[in-house]
């Protein structure tokens, strides 16, 4: 190995920016190893295929040979075995954000997608459109894309285009990640309360992202949307502290940025873009839901800024594939559509529901929810937890995932979300885990319905179980 090359350990690499990073740090010639407490599909399979092992559980021994550096997850806290090895024999550390920034973004235009939702997409979206346009960019997403195969890509050109997150760093930094990464342009999807484990209320959230908005030069140029509702309050709030142009993308009367035309189909969407007041484009592509077409229409607006042609905007767009976990049809059986969506914050189940309601128009939709992100699991978005869950036609829900790591206080209150959702007409349930689910509601689906599993997790293998058991049925099992 020469002098610049190092044997580099990530503890938790199951998370899906470090497995990125993992493959990232492989490609540039590192020796990497890697440990989790657990893995699963997709990021368990991705490293299988970088040809990265993943040691289960964690271990001391997992740190043997002694590597030169180690990049510790954000999800790991002190009294993980690995971790306390580390700090006893001082082995060089760092976290994600760190490395990624010193390694990989110094020198590069890099272009930041951030927001509490959308930003996966979107990422996704921004980086095709670059690679359809011949610029060859390094991209970094929260999610394996379709288009590319993978979550990650170190090309040729001058841009990096990456993923935003607002969570915290590491244990030694609590800092958001997305303060690392500088961004000399930058889109902003969203900003709502989320990660309620960090983020004592949205006044925090905001904060964390008014810091990202002055990080942009005032040669850059920040994208934000701009729906015209008291929604989008927060952002404004956070777009005032730009040194740069600002664009807005919305339905308000400021946005510069709209959309008209828009035909949400069984097979395909379309829409057309105005700018300024004028008729710029009409676009297409396969994917489902009207908060896709603005996260397309904020990627094609900041394109546009780095002179990419309309026409190569439309080429790439049409030939999107989406995000793995995003509305992604997982198995169709016996006539029932089972569909897996990351979705796990209210607004987002929202947005997803009403996308399958146009996808899949007539059909008769369950949702199945795991909650399990620390937002999920407490009760401060419960109210709109519930008016989001009630747009579905039958209603699932699993024991909260840990749910002795919430204070009783904090914690979600599943018998009344499922009260509001059965006031508002719908039928809802609580089942201990996912086998109990599959178990129960198997036999009651019939074709023709749509099944939305929504969880940010493994949710119990139910993606591989439901399936397996409507087959037994079909089969006379």
């Known amino acids: 190995m020469s002098d610049n090359l190092k044997h580099i350990h990530l503890i938790g690499i199951c998370g899906t920016a470090m497995a990125s990073l993992a493959g990232m740090l492989r490609e540039r010639g590192h020796r990497v190893t890697g440990s989790d407490a657990a893995a699963y599909p997709p990021m368990s399979t991705f490293l299988e295929g970088l040809g990265i092992r993943v040691a289960q559980p964690f271990a001391e021994k997992?740190?043997?040979p002694r590597p030169d550096l180690v990049v510790v997850g954000n999800a790991i806290s002190r009294a993980n075995v690995e971790l306390e090895r580390v700090l006893d024999e001082r082995i060089p550390f760092c976290s994600l954000p760190q490395i990624l920034h010193d390694e990989f973004l110094v020198g590069k235009e890099v272009l930041v997608v951030a927001?509490?939702?959308g930003k996966t997409t979107t990422t996704s979206m921004l980086a095709w459109i670059f690679e359809t346009a011949g610029l060859a960019p390094s991209f970094l997403i929260g999610g394996i894309a379709e288009n590319f195969g993978s979550s990650f890509g170190l090309g040729a050109g001058r841009y990096f285009i990456l993923e935003g997150d607002e969570y915290d760093t590491a244990f030694f930094d609590k800092g958001p990640k997305f303060l690392h990464y500088f961004p000399d342009a930058l889109i902003l999807t969203s900003v709502e309360f989320d990660h309620a484990d960090i983020y004592k209320d949205l006044d925090a959230v905001e904060t964390a992202f008014k810091r990202l908005v002055n990080l942009v030069p005032r040669r850059g140029r920040i994208v934000g949307f701009d729906g015209g509702a008291e929604g989008s309050a927060s952002l404004e709030r956070c777009m005032a502290k730009a040194f740069c142009p600002v664009e807005r993308y919305g339905a308000s009367e400021r946005a510069a940025w709209k959309i008209g035309d828009l035909k949400l189909e069984a097979a395909r969407t379309a829409w057309s873009v105005q700018r300024d007041g004028k008729h710029w484009a009409d676009f297409e592509y396969a994917l489902g839901g009207e908060y896709n077409v603005w996260n397309a229409t904020a990627a094609a607006a900041l394109a546009s800024w780095y002179g990419i042609p309309r026409e190569a905007i439309a080429r790439a767009l049409v030939t999107f594939r989406s995000v793995k976990r995003r509305l992604e049809v997982k198995a169709e059986v016996n006539g029932?559509?089972?569909?897996?969506?990351?979705?796990h914050h209210p607004t987002a189940i929202e947005q997803t529901i009403r996308a399958l309601r146009a996808r899949y128009e007539g059909r008769r939709l369950w949702v199945l929810l795991e909650p399990r992100s620390n937002t999920m699991r407490r009760n401060v978005l419960q109210d709109?937890?519930?008016e989001s869950l009630a747009l579905a036609d039958q209603v699932i829900v699993a024991a909260i995932f840990k749910s002795e790591a919430i204070p009783e206080r904090e914690r979600l209150d599943l018998n009344r979300v499922m009260s509001e959702v059965q006031r508002r007409g719908k039928q809802a349930r609580i089942f201990a885990n996912a086998d109990a689910i599959v178990s129960a509601i198997a036999p009651e689906l019939a074709?023709?319905?749509?099944?939305?599993?929504?969880?940010n997790g493994g949710f119990g293998g139910i993606y591989e179980k439901l399936p397996e058991r409507l087959r037994a049925l079909g089969a006379g099992a």
Do not use: P, Q, R
Not at 336 to 343: E, L, M, P, Y
């Open 336 to 343: 029932v559509t089972i569909i897996d969506d990351f979705a």
């Open 115 to 117: 927001g509490t939702h």
């Open 384 to 386: 709109a937890l519930a």
């Open 62 to 64: 997992n740190l043997e």
């Open 447 to 455: 074709s023709g319905d749509v099944v939305a599993i929504l969880s």
